[in-house]
Structure formats: C-alpha cells, structure tokens
C-alpha cells in the first residue's frame, strides 16, 4: 500500500513539473493523461472487449518501458496489469514488450 502512495505521489509531482514547464499536455509515457481512458473499457473487467483503434494508436506511441514502471500500481486503478501489457500485441504495436513487464502480477 506505501509503495502506491509512492508511485502516486510521483505521477502528481510528473504533473506538477510538466504543467510549470509549460508542456501544451500532461502525459504519462507519452500517452496524454486526458486520453488514457480511451483504452480503460480494454483492461478492466472479466471479460473486457478488444481495444479501439483509439486505443490502440496511443499504445503504439505509448512509451513501454516507462509503463512497465508503474505496473504496480494498475490494480489500485482498477487495471488488469495482465490485460494492458498485452494490448501491445493485440495492437499490432512493432514495440517489443521490455522483459520486467512479462510474467504474472
């Protein structure tokens, strides 16, 4: 549990620094934060459906081995770690998955 404050806690201060330096968006791995919703319906639930094409164009601009970071902390935000490190290959995403992402959550 105190290593999900932590990693909370850094994304807010990612946040923080990125809106005082300016940036046009706030993103996360390269995936702009007010679009990441657009793959959650993907990765939650039992039995989730395919992901958008939406979805599927942030994946492939998504930064992997930045996502691999914060894998711990998906569950707290109703993420099925196992579901989102594999829409890289559902998406057809020419980025291979970095090894610390593979395996069980």
């Known amino acids: 549990m105190a290593g999900e404050k932590f990693l909370v806690h850094c994304v807010l201060a990612m ?3 990125a809106l ?3 940036a046009k968006e706030p993103a ?3 995936i702009p934060l007010t679009k990441l919703d657009l793959c959650r ?3 939650t639930g039992e039995h989730p459906p395919p992901p958008t094409k939406q979805c ?3 994946i492939k601009r998504a930064n992997l081995t930045c996502l691999c970071d914060y894998k711990a902390a998906l569950p707290a935000m109703n993420i099925n770690p ?3 490190f594999a829409l890289p ?3 057809k995403c020419n ?3 970095p090894a610390k992402c593979k395996g069980k959550f």
Do not use: D, F, H, S
Request: charged share 10%; net charge positive.
């Open 89 to 91: 290959k559902i998406c």
């Open 20 to 22: 005082v330096a300016g």
């Open 28 to 30: 996360v791995c390269n």
């Open 82 to 84: 196992t579901k989102a």
């Open 95 to 97: 980025q291979p998955i």
């Open 56 to 58: 599927c164009g942030l």
């Open 15 to 17: 946040l923080l620094i």
């Open 41 to 43: 319906p993907a990765v």
